[in-house]
């Protein structure tokens, strides 16, 4: 455990390359970074997909999304054990990315898929087909797991099992401008969003295009899940608990208002579960996800019993 000064000194770059203070700024401060970005872009991907389908349910899960990033690291490790690691960066351009290239593909793959069909169906099939996607990856992911080694299965569960201490500097280049694009989409679309939480009928009488709306909000959700879910694995329940959470403590289902509450409940969540999954246990066996779990759900459980409706119309 580091003191308070060698925290200060380690943040303020003071320590030199005294252990501690490399610690700090190499490993703890880009895992915190990771956990409040990737905690605040999947809480607001919770909301804006639980908006859109007008359903408390409606996450990156329930799309399918996160399954196909599993599906789609479980290929590039069954295919590095095919061909070989050399052979299959030479082959892909994939370089050092390995699961992270894969999951992102993966999670690219399911999102174009449901781009296309959300033209041609309502927002109800479209949850339902997400969730059958995601069914169906799952049991992909069973079977090519089967054909692979114990060494292979770990790899994957290493990343499946969801971590933010993976991430380091490098990887905020790619990480933080989807996020942040998909931040301005959303701010720019809250109001259109907010009508659409009345009904299709009356955001139409006011002249918002539902379809486009619909494609322009898939798009957001995705750039905010695909890179998190790259880099740190399919972190379950910060999107379908922060949104409760959100209008719980703002008192109100207007999107605009929303926004600021969601990203910040969404940070604090998984750097809370964070912190405690790397508190020095005598032997390591806490999950990401199983906290989250802990901390969220009787939260969410609390407020669905106390509130009269969590998801009505804008007041």
């Known amino acids: 455990m580091l003191t308070p000064q060698q925290l200060l000194h380690g943040l303020l770059g003071l320590g030199g390359d005294a252990p501690d203070a490399r610690i700090l700024r190499e490993l703890r401060l ?3 970074i990771a956990a409040l970005a990737g905690g605040a872009a999947l809480g607001l991907a919770g909301l804006l ?3 859109l389908f007008r359903n408390p349910l409606a996450d990156a899960w329930s799309l399918g999304l996160m399954a196909g990033g599993q599906f789609g690291a479980a290929l590039v490790i069954v295919a590095g054990a095919v061909v070989g690691p050399a052979a299959l960066a030479m082959i892909t351009g994939l370089a050092g990315l390995g699961i992270v290239a894969g ?3 993966g999670t690219l793959a399911v999102a174009l898929a449901m781009a296309a069909i959300a033209r041609r169906v309502q927002t109800v ?3 339902v087909l997400g969730l059958m996607l ?3 990856a799952q049991g992909l992911i069973s079977i090519l797991l089967h054909f692979t080694s114990r060494t292979q299965s770990r790899i994957f569960a290493s990343w499946n099992d969801a971590t933010f201490a993976a991430v380091v500097w490098q990887d905020f280049a790619t990480l933080l401008p989807p996020l942040l694009v998909a931040l301005a989409a959303t701010i720019w679309l809250a109001k259109p969003l907010t009508a659409l939480l009345l009904g299709e009928t009356y955001a139409r009488s006011l002249g918002v295009d539902v379809a486009r709306l619909r494609r322009l909000v898939l798009g957001a959700a995705i750039l905010l899940a695909a890179p998190v879910t790259a880099f740190c694995g399919p972190v379950a329940f910060v999107g379908l ?3 409760h959470l959100a209008r719980g403590l703002a008192g109100t289902a207007r999107i605009g208002a929303l926004i600021l509450p ?7 969540l998984t750097l809370a579960a964070d912190l405690v999954v790397h508190l020095p246990w005598r032997q390591h066996f806490l999950h990401l996800n199983a906290i989250l779990a802990l901390i969220g759900a009787p939260a969410v459980i609390v407020l669905l019993l106390r509130a009269r409706s969590l998801g009505g119309g804008a007041r």
């Not at 969601?262 to 604090?268: D, H, I, K, M, V």
């Open 125 to 127: 099939t479209l949850l």
């Open 134 to 136: 995601g069914f169906l």
């Open 30 to 32: 880009p895992r915190a």
């Open 49 to 51: 997909l639980q908006t």
């Open 103 to 105: 999951a992102m593909l």
């Open 241 to 243: 608990i922060v949104p």
């Open 262 to 268: 969601t990203l910040a409940l969404g940070g604090l």
